[in-house]
């Protein structure tokens, strides 16, 4: 898989992994807690394209199977299981995984340093790229740069052109030693571009030799917690509940319909629907469900029953609109 593309990860690959030790693994005397968690973690790796798992998702799923806090999972980690415990435990804690991603998705790419071989392959394109990020990093306009600044531009570069944060690839230091781009000595944009292009080379081959997966800053919003609230009465009406309080705490001149859409755009991340002020797909989603509504549900006093169930049909259609065309926003903006 070529790097520069978004893949999401919602449990769906996991789901298809082989979810049960194989018989290597099934020995009871050595089976521990701690030995299920990182069978189940590289199972789920190397289902997940490699990629590491984030220690939130983690946790998140350890609560599922009822390993609630850090003393939980202590306690578990060191209890002797049979092979038919460990197997079952193991289960559990993929397929929490694999929920856990369901309802909240990762982007990821894989960076495997294709999308870098594409312009280092291509004279204009890459001498292109290299005047623009000489000419990023020439803030004073001098027509030089330090040798240091490579690694600026390298951070300038990102994810979207295939290089990957230092944070997540330290090789990245060693390479630019390696090619000497390191120090205050000052180049040119000539010499620039002469130093760039063997410090992308040389990461281009360790990336097509291992690839790196990077989560992106993306949220995925595809109604699947939504449903669960719908599923939940209790937390249904109490949502149900904060509108009538609402009706009768200054809003009463509104009418139903435009006290559901304000408290929904104000309290709907919480809810599962996307950021209202997210980006245009988002404003487009909520008029299209308000639009759905019909005219004879608009009017001003309506009684508290009648107000539930305009909030479950509405809650219902989002359901149905974000699993049909899940909304992506990014969490930097």
């Known amino acids: 898989m070529s790097d520069g593309a978004l893949t999401i990860v919602d449990g769906t690959q996991l789901r298809a992994a082989d979810l049960t030790l194989v018989a290597a693994e099934d020995d009871a005397d050595l089976m521990t807690g701690a030995k299920v968690l990182e069978l189940a ?19 998140s799923a350890l609560q599922s199977i009822n390993l609630n806090d850090e003393d939980d999972v202590v306690s578990f980690r060191q209890t002797h299981l049979s092979s038919d415990q460990a197997s079952l435990k193991l289960n559990h804690y993929l397929t929490a995984i694999a929920d856990q991603l369901k309802d909240d998705p990762l982007v990821i790419s894989i960076l495997d340093g294709n999308i870098l071989r594409l312009f280092l392959d291509d004279e204009d394109d890459f001498a292109m790229i290299a005047e623009d990020l000489f000419t ?21 570069m990102g994810v979207e052109m295939g290089v990957p944060p230092f944070s997540e690839f330290p090789l990245l230091n060693d390479i630019l030693r390696k090619h000497g781009a390191e120090g205050e000595e000052e180049l040119g944009q000539a010499q620039f571009a002469q130093l760039l292009q063997p410090v992308l080379q040389e990461l281009a081959e360790v990336l097509a030799e291992k690839p790196i997966v990077v989560i992106q800053n993306i949220k995925v919003i595809n109604g699947s917690k939504l449903k669960k609230l719908l599923d939940d009465e209790k937390e249904l009406n109490n949502i149900v509940d904060k509108i009538w309080e609402e009706k009768h705490g200054g809003k009463d001149g509104l009418a139903s319909v435009e006290l559901i859409r304000g408290f929904l755009e104000r309290n709907g991340t919480g809810l599962g629907l996307p950021p209202s002020e997210a980006n245009e797909a988002v404003v487009l989603l909520f008029d299209a469900v308000f639009a759905d509504v019909k005219d004879g549900k608009i009017a001003v006093e309506v009684e508290k029953d009648e107000l539930g169930k305009l909030v479950k049909e509405i809650l219902n259609k989002f359901a149905e609109l974000l699993e049909a065309n899940p909304v992506f926003h990014d969490t930097n903006h």
């Open 136 to 156: 990023d990093l020439d803030a004073e306009d001098k027509g030089k740069i330090s040798k240091n600044e490579i690694r600026n531009a390298l951070v300038h």
């Open 41 to 59: 973690e590289s199972r789920a790796s190397s289902a997940l394209f490699g990629l590491s798992l984030p220690q939130t998702l983690k946790s």
